[in-house]
């Protein structure tokens, strides 16, 4: 059975049209993580929670925001979706107790489009 | 998060044991190795993780080098589902949870 889910797994969406991505998780882990992967790049962490924090990565525009309104579910905003921001978006999640390394557990994907 | 190297791409014939090297020499005392592949259009997946003791689990096995510079991911015997790319990354518990920063990883095909 999935752990981590994404919803959906592809998204089309208009430039400059806001545009929500999803992820659930079963596995009640502290840590839930965004990536953007580009064509033939690698992933690019983009933000990550751990419980209610916040974690920004310096480099992460500000058209990218995110909420977790509980432990289950997170949420990936795109305010103002260009066509450089057609990608893979993959959601992870990972125990995060603080002092131990635990492995990341990694949805499918959604794939967005831009139009 | 130290910065890893490995090479862009290899091929492994099929039920031969693909050897995959990573180098780590700014590897700090805390931070472990860990490896994930990510076959086409799939999200990554987790693969076997070490901190200076060699680790073997269902998968693989990782052989870390004595002064943890480099390390080695070993597929017994590559199928073809195994194609995938390979990303080695070393990772630190931080006080806001435990990132992973994705290097740029190796490309494995496995040919019959």
């Known amino acids: 059975d999935a752990m981590v889910i994404q919803n959906p797994r592809y998204q089309v969406t208009q430039f400059g049209k806001p545009v929500t991505l999803s992820c659930s998780q079963t596995?009640?882990?502290?840590?839930m993580y965004w990536y953007q992967q580009k064509s033939s790049q690698a992933p690019k962490l983009l933000f990550h929670?751990?419980?209610?924090?916040?974690?920004n990565e310096a480099d992460t525009p500000d058209n990218f925001q995110s909420r977790r309104p509980n432990t289950s579910f997170c949420f990936l905003d795109i305010r103002s979706p260009g066509l450089g921001d057609a990608a893979m978006y993959l959601c992870?999640?990972?125990?995060?107790?603080?002092?131990?390394?635990?492995?990341?557990?990694f949805g499918q994907g959604t794939r967005l489009t831009v139009v | 998060d130290a910065k890893t190297t490995q090479p862009t791409s290899m091929d492994c014939a099929e039920g031969r044991a693909a050897n995959l090297p990573c180098n780590h020499s700014?590897?700090?005392?805390?931070?472990?190795v860990y490896w994930y592949r990510q076959i086409h259009s799939q999200g990554p997946q987790y693969i076997i993780h070490?901190?200076?003791n060699n680790e073997t689990n269902e998968m693989a096995s990782l052989i870390i080098t004595e002064d943890r510079k480099s390390s080695t991911l070993i597929l017994p015997h590559a199928t073809l589902r195994d194609t995938a790319v390979y990303y080695c990354?070393?990772?630190?518990?931080?006080?806001?949870?435990?990132?992973?920063?994705f290097g740029g990883g190796t490309r494995v095909l496995v040919k019959p």
């Open positions: 070490g901190l200076k």
């Open positions: 990354i070393v990772r630190t518990v931080e006080a806001a949870g435990n990132k992973l920063t």
């Open positions: 929670y751990y419980d209610k924090d916040f974690n």
């Open positions: 700014t590897i700090s005392g805390n931070e472990y």
């Open positions: 992870a999640t990972s125990s995060g107790l603080r002092g131990i390394n635990t492995e990341a557990f």
């Open positions: 596995l009640n882990h502290n840590v």
